[in-house]
């Protein structure tokens, strides 16, 4: 069931042969068989195939997908078109607007982020309907670590966007004098109305970054 994008598969080849992998592979077989889960199983490997290695500039980690109907579509922090905006996507555009000036979109579909190169990856890559969290510790923490690692430590002048304690762990380890790595408390209203979120100027600092080392900046 796991499928991932032709150039990705190739490049993670070891680690999708590990027993890990396989045994990921057979828990989320059983469980899209078994239990409504986002976000749709052909979207699984949405933000791979979206954003391929060579084309990403700029990585944004989430945590795990939407849980509720109809909001997972394999982006992090995305919704398709006309879905109700979750609220951390809402803090995000309303950062967006303070940074850069952008009026607050009517989609808040990121499709457009990822074909610019920012690959906005989940850690974990599936959940179960209404059941937030379901599917960690099942290898998607592992098999994501791996994304990370590559790209960290094959790629030049990435910029690493983290945005609350579990995308800081997670890209703890990411070389600073190698990439721009930005960090920030989670545009979630519990973080954002505590101040760790608004005025963190992200989208300018990542532009600016990718301008200085030669790379063209994101439409965000």
Avoid at 58 to 65: C, E, L, R
Wanted: aromatic letters at 12%; a neutral charge.
């Amino acid at each position: 069931m796991l499928c991932l994008p032709s150039t990705w598969s190739i490049l993670l080849k070891d680690e999708i042969d590990k027993p890990y992998f396989q045994d990921l592979n057979r828990f989320v077989t059983a469980e899209y068989k078994h239990h409504p889960c986002f976000p749709p199983a052909a979207q699984i490997f949405a933000a791979l195939d979206q954003c391929s290695f060579d084309s990403t500039k700029v990585v944004i980690i989430g945590q795990d997908p939407y849980h509720g109907l109809g909001q997972a579509h394999g982006l992090s922090f995305s919704v398709p078109d006309a879905v109700p905006f979750p609220p951390s996507l809402h803090n995000i555009f309303k950062e967006l607007e303070s940074d850069l000036g952008i009026p607050y979109p009517q989609s808040g579909c990121l499709q457009h982020w990822a074909t610019q190169g920012v690959l906005l990856l989940n850690a974990i890559l599936t959940v179960r309907a209404h059941e937030a969290g379901s599917h960690q510790q099942k290898g998607w923490e592992q098999f994501t670590d791996a994304v990370i690692q590559k790209l960290a430590n094959e790629k030049h002048n990435l910029v690493f966007l983290l945005w609350g304690s579990y995308a800081q762990k997670k890209g703890k380890w990411i070389d600073r004098s190698r990439h721009l790595v930005l960090e920030s408390g989670h545009p979630s209203p519990l973080s954002a109305n505590r101040g760790l979120w608004f005025g963190n100027r992200h989208f300018s600092q990542t532009n600016a970054y990718l301008v200085e080392h030669h790379n063209q900046e994101i439409k965000w």
